[in-house]
Protein backbone atom coordinates (compact mmCIF):
# COMPACT_ATOMS: atom_id res chain seq x y z
CA UNK A 1 0.00 0.00 0.00
CA UNK A 2 1.33 3.71 -0.84
CA UNK A 3 0.35 5.68 2.02
CA UNK A 4 3.59 7.73 2.21
CA UNK A 5 2.40 11.22 0.77
CA UNK A 6 6.22 11.89 0.09
CA UNK A 7 6.37 8.84 -2.13
CA UNK A 8 5.54 9.73 -6.31
CA UNK A 9 4.84 7.23 -8.44
CA UNK A 10 5.04 6.75 -11.71
CA UNK A 11 1.27 6.06 -13.07
CA UNK A 12 0.72 2.84 -15.37
CA UNK A 13 -2.48 1.46 -16.66
CA UNK A 14 -1.61 -2.31 -15.55
CA UNK A 15 -1.38 -1.09 -11.93
CA UNK A 16 -3.24 -3.76 -9.78
CA UNK A 17 -2.05 -3.01 -6.29
CA UNK A 18 -5.82 -2.60 -5.41
CA UNK A 19 -7.52 -6.53 -5.47
CA UNK A 20 -11.01 -5.63 -5.07
CA UNK A 21 -10.41 -2.55 -8.04
CA UNK A 22 -8.48 -5.38 -10.45
CA UNK A 23 -10.86 -7.85 -9.92
CA UNK A 24 -14.01 -5.51 -10.72
CA UNK A 25 -12.04 -4.66 -13.55
CA UNK A 26 -11.51 -7.68 -15.01
CA UNK A 27 -15.30 -8.62 -15.24
CA UNK A 28 -15.90 -5.35 -16.48
CA UNK A 29 -13.58 -6.42 -19.84
CA UNK A 30 -15.34 -9.74 -19.99
CA UNK A 31 -18.89 -8.26 -19.81
CA UNK A 32 -17.59 -5.00 -22.39
CA UNK A 33 -15.04 -6.11 -24.22
CA UNK A 34 -14.42 -3.20 -26.22
CA UNK A 35 -14.12 -0.72 -22.77
CA UNK A 36 -10.85 0.19 -21.47
CA UNK A 37 -11.29 -1.01 -18.34
CA UNK A 38 -7.93 0.03 -17.20
CA UNK A 39 -6.21 2.62 -14.88
CA UNK A 40 -7.39 6.06 -16.36
CA UNK A 41 -3.96 8.17 -16.89
CA UNK A 42 -4.37 11.85 -16.52
CA UNK A 43 -5.11 14.15 -19.64
CA UNK A 44 -4.50 17.60 -21.07
CA UNK A 45 -1.55 20.74 -21.45
CA UNK A 46 1.62 18.99 -20.58
CA UNK A 47 2.32 23.03 -18.87
CA UNK A 48 -0.56 23.71 -16.97
CA UNK A 49 -1.62 26.38 -14.82
CA UNK A 50 -4.78 24.32 -13.82
CA UNK A 51 -5.01 21.22 -12.49
CA UNK A 52 -8.34 19.73 -11.93
CA UNK A 53 -8.99 16.44 -9.50
CA UNK A 54 -12.04 14.42 -10.03
CA UNK A 55 -13.49 11.26 -8.10
CA UNK A 56 -13.05 8.11 -10.43
CA UNK A 57 -13.56 6.94 -13.53
CA UNK A 58 -17.66 6.83 -14.63
CA UNK A 59 -18.32 2.98 -15.51
CA UNK A 60 -19.55 4.52 -19.45
CA UNK A 61 -17.57 7.23 -19.26
CA UNK A 62 -13.57 7.35 -18.75
CA UNK A 63 -13.85 3.34 -17.89
CA UNK A 64 -15.22 3.10 -21.21
CA UNK A 65 -13.16 5.53 -23.28
CA UNK A 66 -9.98 5.74 -21.22
CA UNK A 67 -10.07 9.66 -20.73
CA UNK A 68 -11.30 11.10 -18.06
CA UNK A 69 -15.07 12.70 -18.01
CA UNK A 70 -15.24 11.47 -21.32
CA UNK A 71 -18.26 9.68 -22.74
CA UNK A 72 -20.55 10.42 -19.62
CA UNK A 73 -22.91 13.26 -18.28
CA UNK A 74 -20.65 14.13 -15.75
CA UNK A 75 -18.15 15.43 -18.04
CA UNK A 76 -20.73 17.79 -20.05
CA UNK A 77 -20.81 20.70 -17.59
CA UNK A 78 -16.94 20.39 -17.14
CA UNK A 79 -15.82 20.39 -20.93
CA UNK A 80 -18.67 23.05 -21.63
CA UNK A 81 -17.40 25.60 -19.19
CA UNK A 82 -13.66 24.24 -19.76
CA UNK A 83 -14.26 25.70 -23.23
CA UNK A 84 -16.37 28.94 -22.55
CA UNK A 85 -13.42 29.91 -20.39
CA UNK A 86 -10.73 28.78 -22.61
CA UNK A 87 -9.10 26.11 -21.29
CA UNK A 88 -9.99 23.38 -24.23
CA UNK A 89 -10.12 23.36 -28.13
CA UNK A 90 -13.78 22.54 -27.63
CA UNK A 91 -16.92 22.04 -25.80
CA UNK A 92 -17.89 17.97 -25.82
CA UNK A 93 -15.13 15.38 -25.13
CA UNK A 94 -16.86 11.88 -26.62
CA UNK A 95 -13.54 9.82 -27.20
CA UNK A 96 -9.77 9.37 -27.86
CA UNK A 97 -9.93 10.29 -31.36
CA UNK A 98 -12.19 13.31 -31.21
CA UNK A 99 -9.46 15.94 -31.81
CA UNK A 100 -10.09 17.69 -27.87
CA UNK A 101 -7.28 19.71 -26.76
CA UNK A 102 -7.02 20.94 -23.82
CA UNK A 103 -4.86 24.71 -22.87
CA UNK A 104 -3.44 25.42 -19.56
CA UNK A 105 -5.14 22.57 -18.08
CA UNK A 106 -5.10 19.19 -16.63
CA UNK A 107 -7.49 16.94 -15.87
CA UNK A 108 -6.36 13.91 -13.55
CA UNK A 109 -8.73 11.89 -10.86
CA UNK A 110 -8.22 10.87 -7.28
CA UNK A 111 -8.68 6.99 -7.37
CA UNK A 112 -7.66 6.06 -11.40
CA UNK A 113 -10.04 2.59 -11.62
CA UNK A 114 -13.98 2.47 -11.47
CA UNK A 115 -14.84 1.50 -8.22
CA UNK A 116 -18.09 -0.24 -7.37
CA UNK A 117 -20.85 1.76 -7.02
CA UNK A 118 -18.92 4.92 -7.62
CA UNK A 119 -17.73 4.79 -4.07
CA UNK A 120 -13.60 3.75 -3.58
CA UNK A 121 -12.35 2.72 -0.01
CA UNK A 122 -10.08 4.57 1.99
CA UNK A 123 -7.23 1.75 1.55
CA UNK A 124 -7.90 2.76 -2.64
CA UNK A 125 -7.65 6.40 -2.62
CA UNK A 126 -3.99 6.29 -0.33
CA UNK A 127 -2.85 3.26 -2.86
CA UNK A 128 -3.78 5.48 -5.62
CA UNK A 129 -2.15 8.76 -4.14
CA UNK A 130 1.22 8.54 -4.92
CA UNK A 131 0.95 8.82 -8.38
CA UNK A 132 -2.03 12.12 -7.99
CA UNK A 133 1.55 13.31 -5.44
CA UNK A 134 3.56 12.55 -8.80
CA UNK A 135 1.46 14.45 -11.19
CA UNK A 136 0.78 17.62 -8.64
CA UNK A 137 4.67 17.36 -8.70
CA UNK A 138 5.01 17.66 -12.50
CA UNK A 139 2.43 20.56 -12.32
CA UNK A 140 4.11 22.36 -10.27
CA UNK A 141 7.18 21.90 -11.76
CA UNK A 142 5.07 23.55 -14.79
CA UNK A 143 4.64 26.33 -12.75
CA UNK A 144 0.71 25.61 -12.26
CA UNK A 145 -1.10 27.33 -9.96
CA UNK A 146 -4.96 26.24 -9.25
CA UNK A 147 -6.18 23.12 -7.86
CA UNK A 148 -9.72 22.37 -8.33
CA UNK A 149 -11.00 19.56 -6.52
CA UNK A 150 -14.24 18.27 -7.48
CA UNK A 151 -15.82 17.33 -4.12
CA UNK A 152 -14.89 15.95 -0.95
CA UNK A 153 -12.78 12.98 -2.39
CA UNK A 154 -11.00 14.85 -4.55
CA UNK A 155 -10.10 17.32 -2.00
CA UNK A 156 -9.23 14.67 0.96
CA UNK A 157 -7.07 13.76 -1.91
CA UNK A 158 -5.40 16.20 -3.21
CA UNK A 159 -4.39 17.49 0.10
CA UNK A 160 -3.17 13.92 1.31
CA UNK A 161 -0.84 14.14 -1.64
CA UNK A 162 1.07 17.44 -0.33
CA UNK A 163 1.35 15.98 2.77
CA UNK A 164 -1.48 18.05 4.43
CA UNK A 165 -4.20 17.82 6.97
CA UNK A 166 -8.27 18.28 5.85
CA UNK A 167 -9.22 19.18 8.96
CA UNK A 168 -6.70 22.47 8.17
CA UNK A 169 -8.65 23.24 4.92
CA UNK A 170 -12.29 22.50 5.48
CA UNK A 171 -14.20 21.53 1.85
CA UNK A 172 -17.22 23.88 0.99
CA UNK A 173 -18.44 24.84 -2.59
CA UNK A 174 -16.11 27.85 -3.64
CA UNK A 175 -14.32 27.84 -0.57
CA UNK A 176 -10.85 28.73 -1.67
CA UNK A 177 -7.48 27.59 0.39
CA UNK A 178 -4.14 29.23 -0.01
CA UNK A 179 -1.70 26.36 0.45
CA UNK A 180 2.89 26.53 0.68
CA UNK A 181 4.28 26.51 -2.67
CA UNK A 182 2.06 29.50 -3.85
CA UNK A 183 -0.67 26.57 -4.97
CA UNK A 184 -4.18 27.30 -4.64
CA UNK A 185 -7.17 24.88 -4.05
CA UNK A 186 -10.40 26.13 -5.04
CA UNK A 187 -13.50 23.53 -4.24
CA UNK A 188 -16.43 22.82 -6.11
CA UNK A 189 -19.08 20.23 -5.64
CA UNK A 190 -18.63 17.68 -8.38
CA UNK A 191 -20.23 17.99 -11.77
CA UNK A 192 -22.29 14.92 -11.63
CA UNK A 193 -25.77 13.93 -12.85
CA UNK A 194 -26.84 13.64 -9.29
CA UNK A 195 -25.06 16.49 -8.35
CA UNK A 196 -26.33 18.62 -11.66
CA UNK A 197 -30.14 17.28 -11.79
CA UNK A 198 -30.81 18.01 -8.25
CA UNK A 199 -29.25 21.40 -8.75
CA UNK A 200 -26.92 20.63 -5.66
CA UNK A 201 -24.41 22.26 -8.89
CA UNK A 202 -25.84 24.63 -11.37
CA UNK A 203 -24.21 25.62 -14.24
CA UNK A 204 -23.59 29.04 -12.23
CA UNK A 205 -22.35 28.28 -9.46
CA UNK A 206 -19.75 26.02 -11.48
CA UNK A 207 -18.97 28.69 -13.98
CA UNK A 208 -18.70 31.36 -10.97
CA UNK A 209 -15.59 29.32 -9.53
CA UNK A 210 -14.11 28.89 -13.39
CA UNK A 211 -14.40 33.04 -13.31
CA UNK A 212 -12.77 33.00 -9.94
CA UNK A 213 -9.94 31.01 -10.90
CA UNK A 214 -9.45 32.37 -14.34
CA UNK A 215 -8.75 35.94 -12.57
CA UNK A 216 -6.77 34.67 -10.28
CA UNK A 217 -4.86 33.49 -13.23
CA UNK A 218 -4.55 36.78 -14.73
CA UNK A 219 -6.59 35.13 -18.07
CA UNK A 220 -9.59 37.21 -18.35
Not at 1 to 20: A, T, Y
Not at 122 to 149: D, P, Q, T, V, W
Request: glycine letters at 8%; charged letters at 20%; hydrophobic letters at 35%.
Amino acid sequence: MVSNNSMHDKFSINCRKCPRLAEFLNQIKIDCPGYHAKPVPDFGDISPRLLIIGLAPGMHGANRTGRPFTGDFAGILLYKTLYKYGFSNQAESNSMTDGLQLIRCRITNAVKCLPPENKPELSEIKNCNGYLSAEIENFKASRGMALLALGTVAHRAGLMALGLKSKDYPFGHGSIHMLPNNLTLYDSYHCSRYNTQTKRLTTNMFEQVFERINADLGLR
